[in-house]
């Protein structure tokens, strides 16, 4: 499945480079991390918001 999702990206390493490519799935990777630490702290969602949101962000994450 990962090298499904791979493929089409890999039309944009020659633009941006493998490093600056590299670094910037990293960075959303960490974006995505922090907002699921995060996510418990919302108690003014519902919980099944809260549910969904962390089901999105995992999906997202992989």
Sequence with gaps: MRTVRQLPTAYFIPKMGYKGFVL?????????????ANLP???FLLSA??????LTNVFLFN
């Design 24 to 36: 910037f799935g990293c960075s959303v990777r960490s974006a995505l991390l922090l907002i699921l």
């Design 41 to 43: 702290s919302l108690v």
């Design 49 to 54: 918001v809260q549910v969904k949101l962390m």
